[in-house]
């Protein structure tokens, strides 16, 4: 700890024993005699009141009793980057030289200084070499002095300084632009300051891949501000943020391979939209974000929308999904291949748990895996046989018949089994589709040759050459042509 103020003290992050906080007033409190620094707690319970003592609001705090008066000498203000990197590594080379200069000293003067040079190369050497560094919870405060991060480590790939002091993206910066091949970088759990306008946004991260702003108190609109300066980010963590509103990013995040979005309450599903058009998005995650509903309104039923182009895992675990609605849009996204959707209401919904497992692949024609297990073709057919039998009266009922030209089911039951149709034909052998076209085109079924074209292969046609298998044998889906010759 130290007891020398920062002539900057107002805004800075301070450790207290083991408690982190904000300082947010530096003066006189009187009655009482010298400086005292007001800070607003992180944990509200360590403090007694809102910055307010004896009728005078020195400072505000955002929870009632959340702040207090310290004096400050009980303030850790932290160290900069390389300190405590080296104390984290067992490399600081001011205490090793001492300390081998203290056991040296009976053999003379000539070997002490020797043994220091050499401590002083070799820990040098040893920065040098350091690819990935963690110094989380090391009361990281700022870089230091100029340029040595990028003198002194120069070939830092990865950097956790999650849980430090940092108190602004000015002071992340600082550090992070000296890192010149820096890949990922983990700020999670500082009470970062983000920049109010692109005007103070100075420095790109070029080749940084992921980022994690997890419990940082960032706002998608800060997001979107500080985006332009990770040009090549492919996953970005963002769990625990208070984000309720999001907006379309605009030439930025065009990179993004991953987002999370986890504990932060979004307004409702309608957000999604904004960021439903993310080029290469391919896994979001959106656990406990109070969401119970999905639409993509481009399209209906039996066809792909073209938001999410190339989503392939979607997580919403511990939300207040109900409807199978949501799952039925589900099938909707052209590339979705894993499923997490654990702890919502509608898992409940039927007795045995493995009856909605087994609805869900029914459900969502593409999905290879479900809450992390493997869906195997066996598991597939089994389920979709069982949910043609199990709603096979309500289909009847609706107007459905195995003969096409009576095969008229009602909106209500296509909106609430919008695959069932395509189930139905997919169980259809190649003979019985001969059958069918027979009776439209008038053409033996003996000079009709079929194939199919699918929608994730252009250009490549898959002949439909074995009259006894069903069209499910050839994993025919929505969105793929068939195509008749004779």
Not at 278 to 298: A, C, K, M, V
Not at 368 to 377: D, G, R, T, V, Y
Not at 401 to 430: G, V, W
Not at 445 to 469: P, T
Request: net charge negative; proline share 5%; aromatic share 6%.
């Amino acid at each position: 700890m130290t007891s020398s103020v920062p002539s900057d003290v107002v805004g800075r992050r301070i450790l207290c024993d083991t408690e982190y906080a904000t300082v947010r007033y530096a003066g006189s409190v009187p009655p009482t005699t010298g400086l005292w620094l007001g800070v607003e707690w992180d944990n509200p319970q360590r403090g007694k009141h809102n910055g307010n003592h004896e009728g005078v609001q020195y400072f505000k705090c955002d929870h009632p009793t959340g702040g207090s008066f310290i004096r400050p000498n009980k303030a850790n203000f932290g160290v900069d980057f390389l300190i405590a990197v080296k104390n984290r590594y067992g490399l600081n080379v001011e205490q090793d030289v001492e300390r081998e200069t203290e056991n040296a000293l009976v053999i003379g003067k000539k070997t002490v200084e020797l043994v220091g040079f050499d401590s002083v190369i070799e820990q040098q050497s040893q920065l040098n070499k350091l690819v990935d560094i963690s110094v989380r919870e090391c009361a990281v405060s700022h870089a230091g002095q100029k340029e040595e991060i990028s003198r002194t480590c120069p070939n830092i790939r990865s950097i956790n300084l999650s849980k430090n002091l940092l108190p602004s993206w000015e002071k992340v910066t600082d550090i992070a632009c000296q890192v010149q091949n820096l890949e990922s970088l983990d700020l999670s759990e500082n009470k970062i300051k983000f920049p109010s306008d692109s005007a103070s946004i100075t420095c790109t991260l070029s080749k940084l891949r992921v980022l994690a702003l997890n419990r940082t108190g960032i706002t998608w609109a800060e997001v979107l501000l500080c985006a332009p300066g990770w040009p090549a980010l492919e996953e970005l963590y963002l769990a625990s943020n208070d984000i309720t509103v999001l907006e379309r990013p605009i030439n930025v995040l065009q990179t993004l391979k991953l987002l999370d979005l986890s504990n932060n309450q979004l307004i409702d599903g309608s957000q999604l939209h904004l960021i439903a058009y993310l080029p290469r998005l391919e896994q979001l995650i959106l656990s406990n974000t109070g969401i119970s509903s999905i639409h993509f309104p481009d399209v209906g039923f039996g066809c792909k929308t073209k938001m999410f182009p190339l989503l392939q895992r979607l997580v919403v675990d511990d939300n207040k999904i109900l409807q199978w609605s949501f799952i039925n849009e589900l099938d909707k996204l052209q590339c979705l291949q894993s499923l997490h959707c654990q702890n919502n209401p509608l898992m409940g919904t039927e007795k045995n748990p493995e009856t909605v497992r087994q609805l869900i692949i029914a459900k969502i024609g593409q999905l290879k895996f479900l809450n992390k297990s493997e869906i195997f073709p066996d598991e597939r057919k089994g389920a979709e046989l069982d949910y043609r039998k199990m709603f096979g009266n309500d289909w009847i009922m609706a107007g459905g018949n195995q003969n096409p030209d009576k095969n008229r089911p009602n909106e209500e039951f296509l909106a609430a089994h919008p695959r069932y149709q395509l189930l139905c034909l997919n169980s259809m052998t190649i003979q019985k589709v001969k059958g069918l076209l027979y009776r439209l085109l008038k053409i033996p079924g003996s000079e009709l040759k079929l194939s199919y074209e699918s929608s994730k292969m252009e250009g490549k046609e898959i002949e439909l050459e074995n009259d006894l298998k069903p069209l499910q044998f050839y994993s025919i889906e929505n969105g793929d042509s068939l195509l008749v010759r004779w």
